[in-house]
Nanobody, 121 residues
Framework: QVQLVESGGGLVQPGGSLRLSCAAS????????MGWYRQAQGKQRELVAI???????NYADSVKGRFTISRDNAKNTVYLQMNSLKPEDTAVYYC???????????????WGPGTQVTVSS
């Protein structure tokens, strides 16, 4: 089994910054990709940013230039630095890890419980 633990959400004013962290633990052989998704109230979950173990990244158009995803592969941890936050960034942010477990050849998706980010004055 694999567990994801997120931290760093909270309330911030428009224009402010937050940094989210997500650490994966458990029976892990490799994590080909880790990333962040978000779900605003009444909307579908959407990709925010993803980073592969090789360093490739992909961002939602709405966050390009404002958010930066990074990884510490040795710690199985992914970070999301969010700058110039807007009210429309308000959502529950979920960490996602695509994991190859020890002793397995298959890759499975794991999700964190989510952390609330609220951007409001």
């Amino acid at each position: 089994q694999v567990q994801l633990v997120e931290s760093g959400g909270g309330l911030v004013q428009p224009g402010g910054s937050l940094r989210l962290s997500c650490a994966a633990s458990g029976s892990i052989f490799s994590i080909p990709a880790m990333g962040w998704y978000r779900q605003a109230q009444g909307k579908q979950r959407e990709l925010v940013a993803i980073r592969t173990s090789g360093g490739s990244t992909n961002y939602a158009d709405s966050v390009k230039g404002r958010f930066t995803i990074s990884r510490d592969n040795a710690k199985n941890t992914v970070y999301l630095q969010m700058n110039s936050l807007k009210p429309e960034d308000t959502a529950v942010y979920y960490c996602n890890a695509r994991v190859r477990s020890s002793g397995s050849y298959s890759i499975e998706d794991y999700w964190g419980p989510g952390t609330q980010v609220t951007v409001s004055s």
